[in-house]
């Protein structure tokens, strides 16, 4: 006898019925309580789990939390094994791989980003239940650990001086703290606007794609030494390609690329621009058919002057949907460099 007979060794079933989403839902649920105890389940934090899962869009974070818990209990009072049971047979084929799926988020180690050893003969026996291939197996495991990765290494937006606090905004316009510069909130609230803000940094996004990011720093004497010695050009050059691409891009996505760089004499007396190939690097992710979502490729431009006496680093993405194919990387870098001066004529300085 194994420890997951209570689980798959039993006809026993429900004298309720479920829908093929609380399948989906109980199937992380047993998956969660295989190994531990009923009183050791999160039940808020699996439901977010299960909330990323398109085939719960149409669902709440609270009407999800509602269903999970409805699940523990029916676990705890009829056992394991009926609730997976009447779970296998509600499954739908449109949403067998959605099952499957979460059972391998509900027994991800979320640090390593692996399925601990421990656990790996629970997800062979749900396999064999749900009937699917090993190929099949496979792909929503290694779908489901690279979406994790993408997640945890593509929010360039989190740094090593701390993450950037998403803040409520009802004015139109956002002022620097450091009174430095003033701009009007390029996003919309009713479409999923976001500002989010740290020191010397405030970034703007939104549902659609957009991005744009300010990070500003006040120039200490010394490099003010090294900017005279250098010139503006090699200066901002340096500060963006050698330092800020590498702490800020790079340390997190290791795969991209510097594609294009120009020095624009006429901006600011004198501004460098940039343009960066970031696979898998997109703020924005796509949502899979099995639940899973995986970031979408991108290019960020970045733009870096200075006025006054601060330091600016401006920037922008492009996110591409999977299949869809950039144009020549001069065009590319060129509407985007536009994008971000278009932005920059709003930002007023004091």
Same mark, same amino acid.
């Given at each position: 006898?194994?420890?997951?007979?209570?689980?798959?060794?039993?006809?026993?079933?429900?004298?309720?019925?479920?829908?093929?989403?609380?399948?989906?839902?109980?199937?992380?649920?047993?998956?969660?309580?295989?190994?531990?105890?009923?009183?050791?389940?999160?039940?808020?934090?699996?439901?977010?789990?299960?909330?990323?899962?398109?085939?719960?869009?149409?669902?709440?974070?609270?009407?999800?939390?509602?269903?999970?818990?409805?699940?523990?209990?029916?676990?705890?009072?009829?056992?394991?094994?009926?609730?997976?049971?009447?779970?296998?047979?509600?499954?739908?084929e449109e949403v067998v791989l959605d099952?499957?799926?979460?059972?391998?988020?509900?027994?991800?180690?979320?640090?390593?980003?692996?399925?601990?050893?421990?656990?790996?003969?629970?997800?062979?026996?749900?396999?064999?239940?749900?009937?699917?291939?090993?190929?099949? $197996?496979?792909?929503?495991?290694?779908?489901?650990?690279?979406?994790f990765q993408a997640g945890e290494n593509?929010?360039?937006?989190?740094?090593?001086?701390?993450?950037?606090?998403?803040?409520? @905004?009802?004015?139109?316009?956002?002022?620097?703290?450091?009174?430095?510069?003033?701009?009007?909130?390029?996003?919309? $609230?009713?479409?999923?606007?976001?500002?989010?803000?740290?020191?010397?940094?405030?970034?703007? #996004?939104?549902?659609? *794609?957009?991005?744009?990011?300010?990070?500003?720093?006040?120039?200490?004497?010394?490099?003010?030494?090294?900017?005279?010695?250098?010139?503006?050009?090699?200066?901002?050059?340096?500060?963006?390609?050698?330092?800020?691409?590498?702490?800020?891009?790079?340390?997190?996505?290791?795969?991209?690329?510097?594609?294009?760089?120009? @020095?624009?004499?006429?901006?600011?007396?004198?501004?460098?621009? $940039?343009?960066?190939?970031?696979?898998?690097?997109?703020?924005?992710?796509?949502?899979?058919?099995?639940? #899973?979502?995986?970031?979408?490729?991108?290019?960020?431009?970045?733009?870096?002057?200075?006025?006054?006496?601060?330091? @600016?680093?401006?920037?922008?993405?492009?996110?591409?949907?999977? *299949?869809?194919?950039?144009?020549?990387?001069?065009?590319?870098?060129? @509407?985007?460099?536009?994008?971000?001066?278009?932005?920059?004529?709003?930002?007023?300085? #004091?």
């Open positions: 006898m194994t420890k997951y007979d209570k689980v798959f060794n039993s006809q026993k079933t429900l004298t309720e019925s479920l829908t093929p989403e609380e399948a989906v839902a109980a199937i992380a649920v047993v998956t969660a309580i295989a190994d531990a105890s009923v009183e050791e389940i999160d039940p808020e934090g699996l439901a977010g789990i299960l909330w990323q899962f398109e085939v719960f869009e149409e669902y709440s974070e609270d009407e999800l939390v509602e269903i999970v818990d409805k699940l523990i209990d029916i676990a705890e009072s009829q056992g394991l094994s009926p609730l997976f049971n009447t779970a296998n047979e509600s499954l739908t099952g499957f799926a979460a059972g391998v988020v509900t027994l991800l180690d979320e640090e390593q980003f692996t399925i601990p050893k421990s656990k790996e003969p629970f997800l062979k026996k749900l396999q064999e239940a749900l009937e699917l291939e090993d190929e099949e $197996a496979d792909e929503i495991t290694k779908e489901i650990i690279a979406a593509a929010e360039y937006l989190d740094e090593e001086e701390g993450i950037l606090t998403e803040v409520e @905004y009802v004015e139109d316009v956002y002022e620097s703290p450091l009174g430095n510069f003033t701009v009007p909130i390029p996003v919309d $609230a009713e479409q999923g606007g976001r500002i989010q803000t740290q020191e010397g940094v405030v970034g703007f #996004s939104d549902d659609f *794609g957009t991005l744009l990011r300010i990070d500003y720093y006040p120039i200490p004497p010394e490099q003010l030494e090294e900017l005279e010695s250098e010139g503006q050009e090699e200066y901002l050059k340096t500060i963006l390609v050698d330092k800020y691409v590498p702490q800020a891009i790079l340390a997190n996505l290791p795969d991209s690329q510097i594609k294009y760089g120009e @020095y624009l004499e006429d901006i600011f007396a004198g501004a460098y621009y $940039a343009l960066v190939d970031m696979p898998k690097g997109s703020t924005m992710s796509q949502q899979e058919n099995n639940g #899973s979502s995986t970031r979408l490729d991108a290019y960020r431009g970045l733009l870096t002057f200075i006025n006054g006496e601060f330091l @600016y680093i401006v920037s922008s993405q492009r996110s591409f949907l999977n *299949g869809e194919t950039p144009n020549a990387i001069a065009e590319e870098a060129e @509407y985007i460099k536009d994008n971000i001066l278009s932005f920059v004529e709003t930002m007023e300085f #004091s």
